[in-house]
């Protein structure tokens, strides 16, 4: 069993930044692929990012590339989303993920563990 647990979301302008975090408390986090997911009001829950277990694959939705990051510290167990030049529609709850799968998967069901969520708001 993974635990997972997000920080870092909150109030931002049109153009800030904020920077999340996923930390986990499996020894084994490098063993997993990492995910992060959004899920607006009334919208299906969407990939934003995906990284490899060792950090040298990733993936973006189309409308975060360029302006999110995704990385990780395996030493920290923990996974980040960096974000910049946020847009309202940016504003959702963020979940990290983690799967045993390889190569990154998109698809939310494939993940077998999730946080709790972390709400970003962008306003304009």
């Known amino acids: 069993q993974v635990h997972l647990v997000e920080s870092g979301g909150g109030l931002v302008q049109a153009g800030g930044s904020l920077r999340l975090s996923c930390a986990a408390s499996?020894?084994?986090?490098?063993?997993?692929?990492m995910g992060w997911f959004r899920q607006a009001p009334g919208n299906e829950r969407e990939v934003v990012a995906a990284?490899?277990?060792?950090?040298?694959?990733?993936y973006y939705a189309d409308s975060v590339k360029g302006r999110f990051t995704i990385s990780r510290d395996n030493a920290k167990n923990t996974v980040y989303l960096q974000m910049n030049s946020l847009k309202p529609e940016d504003t959702a709850i963020y979940y990290c993920a983690a799967t045993v799968r390889v190569p990154p998967t998109i698809i939310p069901s494939q993940y077998d563990y999730w946080g709790q969520g972390t709400q970003v708001t962008v306003s304009s």
């Open positions: 990284i490899s277990p060792s950090g040298g694959n990733t």
């Open positions: 499996e020894s084994t986090f490098s063993s997993y692929t």
